[in-house]
């Protein structure tokens, strides 16, 4: 059984989870050792992944944690229990 | 911070013995994913703040009725995506239930962007506010359901069951949202990160 394009594209994010079987991974790598687009969608697609795991990218927004701080405050010591 | 469960049920037991002031330290980690969910359902910096509030009060005081069952952080995001449906209920607007059933039957056949080989992750780019904003875009343009699965499983890097479990949906709804949502990312951010790709010499950066 030999795997195209389209088939490794749509397997793309289990690869990527290691959420595929030993059959069909080893049939991936097989055609990732030769097929060069593939490779580079399956790299730009784990850059992506890599970069919106990065702290910088979604950041909150100033003030935020010491607003809530505060008002847990507020509720630890004047609500009720 | 508190990552280890173990810790984590100790300090829930203090903070409801009368250690009141440990609350902080248990809902510090849990607040980005809070707030970034809030986000993704609201979609209002200033409406998902105030939710995220809420939800920190509400957690305390309904402290007492988490079993452990789940993960404390799956249980404080299931109040905190309560609190934004009701929010969104109050608004008259629909939501999730119905657009769960239609979009996952769409084909999900697509192309994607087909560069010559990227290899290195332009992490050091992300120092410029430029990349940051390309992603930010990217994200926020992805349909809705798509948004919040990258949201939780990409950003805040949630397992595949604690995002179903937090957004409601089973761990298969999740597998194939989150491959359309980074294949859609990869075919518009693709082209555009290869910018910020550290330069190397005699290389060809291909047509975008
Ligand atoms: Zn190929």
Known sequence: ?81 | MLANPELEAECIRRVIAGERHLFHNLIRPCERSIYLLLLSLLKNEAEAEDAAQETAIKVYLNLHLFRGEAQFRTWVLSIARNEALGRLRKQGIRREESLDAVTDDQTGDYTPAILTSWREVPTAALEQKELGALLRKAIEGLPEIYRNIVLLRDIEEMDIRETATALGISEGAVKVRLHRARAMLQRELAPRLKAFAPKRKGLLWGRA
């Open chain 1, 1 to 81: 059984m030999r795997i195209d394009c389209k088939h490794v594209w749509q397997h793309i994010s289990a690869y990527i989870e290691g959420d595929v079987d030993s059959t069909l991974r080893g049939e991936i790598d097989k055609h990732l050792e030769t097929c060069e687009s593939c490779s580079a969608v399956l790299d730009s697609t784990r850059n992506v992944v890599i970069l919106m795991a990065d702290d910088r990218v979604f950041e909150l927004p100033a003030g935020f944690s010491q607003r809530l701080h505060e008002r847990i405050d507020r509720e630890l010591q004047f609500g009720g229990s």
